[in-house]
């Protein structure tokens, strides 16, 4: 399982000691290659240096033998003592010339190759005829060779013939041996000397053999050593010069062969020069070591330095960008503390920008915000006047035209609402006053229908007296033909009351249905309002109250529009059954006026027609009794139309108080036309007209 980081300064802090660590073992180890090569280099070239001296003393040695060689080939004495065969003479000569020219021997042999002479009589030697510089000069050639004498002596050898009248009578050799003789001679050999001078381990090698090299510090010599198989091959073999490093007596070597050519163009032996690195790449190891130790130290410095920068530029601004973020994400952006929001970071990085935009947008927020929550708060205190003052960025642009659209949206609604409220209140209350005149005018009616039904009892018990007082008869038969035809206009003109009532029913029915209209436009409006509210989430809470208020306050409305909308119908219902009852009224009225008519031209025939006449009382008793009934009727169905009027008046009332708590804009920025066209609110219906009632009064 990964390993999780807490937090993103200790995972750049790791990462950088990382890198650093990375980087360090990379320069270490670069710094350690090209050190090692830079030194192996240096003594590869020392090694070579040294390996050309050793060279060079070499030819040195070619150039004594040659001198040494000739000297003696020319030497008169040595000549003359041959001729006269004077063995000491001959060695004398020739270890004269030892001496001279630092040989290590010299010989002197016959024409067959035979020593007659010698600068060393412990050599056990007798006959040169073998060897490749003797017969050389045997040929009166003279040579210059590289040759194994006695088998495993390697020695740089001079051949020179010695003539007598143009005969070859034998020859000298004049030898140097690159072979150490003995640990008496460490003084004087030639490759101590190169060591003192260089620095460097010399050695010679016959074939693959080590037959001499320099002192040690105890004064002795190592020879006998044996060469490695890659390298004979190279060296020996091949006659290559090969530098290589080599471990040699436990210790570390720079070292370089160059092979001894013998007089076939054969390798004999070789040249060795060796360089101890041991101490040296112990300094070295050290240096690295210190190298490390200061890197380490270095490194552990940096990441010290390293954690407080990213801590200071960095871990704290992230602490406090992650800080704000969590109040935000929590719904706090310092509108009630603005220590939550607060940042002290103040650079000019890539940090420090995304701190001055937050910060940039935490102030942008809070002044929407508090627009808007303001806006909110006045729309819930019921003030519609207010609009965003700010200028909004962005998708906020489209929250703003939204709220002002909300708010005017809202304040046409409301001008509507409270203009049809006061238009209902006022027509409920001109229906309420008719009402209650007609209420009266047919309390009057059934006052006047008794009084009438009196009279008609009065006139039926004096019916018999007729006869006696015609003339009195008369004059009540011609006054009641008046009251008849008063009644009969009262009759009539309850009748056009009745179809006044009946047409301001209407009237009412269809302001009812556009109060019910005009409620469900406004809960269809607080719908989309709290639909609107709650995508605005914990902002758009205040405006979902008032939104629900409204939606509440639609229903009441709409439920009491539909109970009038009953009233009215049930009110309509009895109008009808009242019209039906004065129009029989009205048809009673208009038989009684011509019985009343027929009873003043017949007055005369009173006394002849008293039976008649009891019967037309009759007949008009029991119309008036009707009509007593058919006014009753219409005085409790008016008596409720004043009920169902005052309801409505006071329903109205209590709307146009809920309007009057909402403050609304005034002058021309109200109407729909100005709120965007998804959004306008449809025109109201067309208001009642006014109507006047002429109320019914009573018969005298």
């Known amino acids: 399982m990964k390993k ?8 750049l802090s790791v990462f ?19 050190t090692n090569r830079a030194f192996e280099k240096s003594y590869r070239q020392d090694c070579a240096v040294a390996l050309n001296g050793l060279s060079e003393t070499i030819k040195d040695f070619d150039s004594d033998v040659q001198s040494a060689g000739n000297d003696l080939s020319e030497n008169s004495d040595l000549i003359r003592a041959v001729k006269e065969k004077n063995n000491y003479g001959m060695a004398s000569a020739l270890k004269s010339d030892v001496l001279s020219y630092g040989l290590s021997y010299a010989f002197l042999t016959d024409k067959n190759g035979k020593i007659i002479a010698s600068s060393d009589n ?17 040929k009166n050639q003279k040579a210059l060779v590289n040759e194994v004498l006695t088998g495993k002596m390697l020695c740089v050898c001079y051949g020179a013939p010695i003539e007598e009248n143009g005969t070859v009578i034998g020859c000298v050799s004049a030898v ?9 001679t460490v003084e004087t050999n030639f490759l101590d000397r190169l060591k003192s001078t260089t620095g460097c381990e010399f050695s010679v090698f016959l074939g693959n053999e080590q037959i001499n090299t320099t002192a040690s510090k105890d004064k002795t010599r190592q020879n006998g050593l044996i060469m490695e198989q890659d390298v004979q091959e190279k060296v020996i073999q091949q006659k290559q010069n090969y530098l290589s490093k080599e471990n040699l007596s436990g210790c570390s070597y720079i070292s370089g062969y160059m092979p001894i050519i013998g007089y076939n163009g054969s390798a004999v032996g070789a040249l060795f020069t060796g360089k101890n690195i041991s101490g040296i790449e112990q300094t070295q190891n050290t240096m690295i070591l210190f190298a490390i130790l200061v890197g380490v130290a270095f490194m552990l410095t940096a990441i010290l330095i390293l954690r407080r920068f990213i801590k200071k530029r960095v871990k704290t601004p992230l602490e406090q960008v992650v800080s704000l973020a969590n109040h935000m994400e929590h719904g706090e952006i310092g509108l009630t503390d603005q220590s939550v929001v607060a940042l002290t970071v103040h650079s000019r990085d890539e940090v420090g920008q995304v701190v001055s935009a937050l910060e940039n947008t935490v102030s942008g927020l809070q002044a929407y915000i508090g627009e808007i929550s303001d806006i909110l708060s006045a729309v819930s205190g019921g003030d519609l006047t207010v609009r965003t003052e700010k200028e909004y960025l962005g998708d906020f642009i489209e929250i703003k035209r939204a709220l002002n659209t909300i708010c005017q949206s809202l304040n046409h609604v409301f001008h509507d609402i409270n203009a049809a409220a006061e238009s209902i209140e006022s027509r409920s209350r001109q229906i309420a006053d008719s009402a209650s005149s007609l209420s009266q005018g047919a309390a009057e009616q059934a006052g006047t229908t008794e009084l009438l039904s009196d009279t008609i009892e009065k006139i039926s018990t004096q019916i018999k007296k007729t006869a006696d007082n015609a003339a009195l008869a008369s004059s009540i038969s011609k006054k009641s033909f008046e009251e008849v035809e008063a009644g009969n206009r009262d009759v009539n003109g309850l009748l056009a009351a009745m179809n006044d009532i009946n047409g301001s029913s209407e009237q009412i029915r269809k302001i009812i249905k556009t109060i019910d209209e005009i409620a469900f436009q406004t809960n269809i409006l607080a719908l989309n309002a709290a639909v609107e509210s709650a995508r605005a989430g914990e902002a758009g809470k205040g405006f979902a109250v008032v939104a629900d208020e409204v939606r509440n306050l639609a229903v009441k409305s709409s439920q009491a529009a539909k109970q009038s909308s009953l009233l009215i119908e049930n009110s309509i219902s009895l109008v009808n059954k009242g019209m039906q009852a ?27 027609s008293t039976g008649e006449e009891s019967n037309a009382v009759s007949e008009v008793t029991s119309g008036i009794a009707q009509i007593a009934e058919v006014v009753q009727k219409n005085s409790a169905a008016s008596e409720e139309n004043a009920a169902a009027s005052h309801d ?5 009332q209590k709307l146009h108080e809920l309007t009057k708590k909402f403050k609304l804009q005034e002058g021309k920025n109200n109407p729909g036309t100005n709120l965007p066209a998804w959004e306008a609110v449809p025109e109201p219906k067309p ?14």
């Open 4 to 11: 999780k980081w807490k937090n993103l300064s200790s995972a």
């Open 16 to 34: 950088f000691a990382v890198l650093l660590a990375v980087i360090l073992t990379v320069v270490i180890f670069i710094m350690t290659v090209f």
């Open 122 to 138: 412990e050599l056990e030697l007798n006959d040169l005829s073998g060897l490749q510089h003797i017969k050389q000069a045997l």
């Open 176 to 184: 140097c041996s690159l072979q150490s003789v003995s640990d008496s």
């Open 582 to 608: 004065v129009d029989s009224t009205a048809t009673a009225f208009r038989k009684f006026q011509k019985s009343t008519d027929e009873s003043t031209r017949l007055i005369d025939e009173i006394s002849k």
């Open 648 to 652: 409505l008046s006071l329903q109205s």
């Open 687 to 700: 208001s009642l007209e006014t109507h006047s009632f002429t109320p019914v009064k009573a018969a005298e």
